[in-house]
């Protein structure tokens, strides 16, 4: 989550809009938010996962030990 291949198909590249997702996970969880609260917050705002799916604790929980 948070980048895709480039046209070369070897080197990544950002995905603006989920790199703002995932901002907005990083801000959530320095504020003492649960992973299952994280997720919680993302579908209320009905924020698109990789796979148009519903966010689940275990999906935040892996965007964060990725970013932190």
């Known amino acids: ?39 919680g917050r993302l579908n209320e705002r009905q924020v698109a996962t990789k796979n148009n799916g519903l966010w689940r604790n275990h999906t935040v929980k892996s965007i964060l030990d990725r970013a932190l």
Not at 10 to 31: D, T
């Open 1 to 39: 989550y948070g980048m895709a291949l480039s046209g070369d198909g070897v080197s990544l590249v950002e995905k603006a809009e989920e790199q703002q997702v995932i901002r907005s996970i990083l801000r959530y969880h320095s504020k003492g938010m649960s992973n299952n609260a994280i997720a």
